[in-house]
């Protein structure tokens, strides 16, 4: 039989395991959707930088 102290101690730690779960999915979801994105772009702009305007030709 399960005691009180058991039952809360199993509660607990699923408890525990759903927020730690839910943290690891949202930090994936914030790498995926912003961070990588952004970092993508800061690159792009910098190798764009070293390039001459083609309009500057014109």
Do not use: C, H, K, N
């Not at 607990?12 to 779960?21: D, K, N």
């Not at 690159?43 to 390039?51: P, S």
Request: charged residues 20%; aromatic residues 22%.
């Amino acid at each position: 039989m399960v005691t009180t102290a058991g039952a809360l101690f199993i509660v607990s730690a699923v408890v525990l395991f759903f927020f730690w779960i839910y943290g690891l999915v949202s930090f994936y979801f914030d790498l995926r959707y912003q961070f990588v994105p952004a970092v993508r772009a800061y690159l792009r702009d910098d190798e764009l930088d070293d390039r001459p305007d083609p309009e500057e030709y014109l």
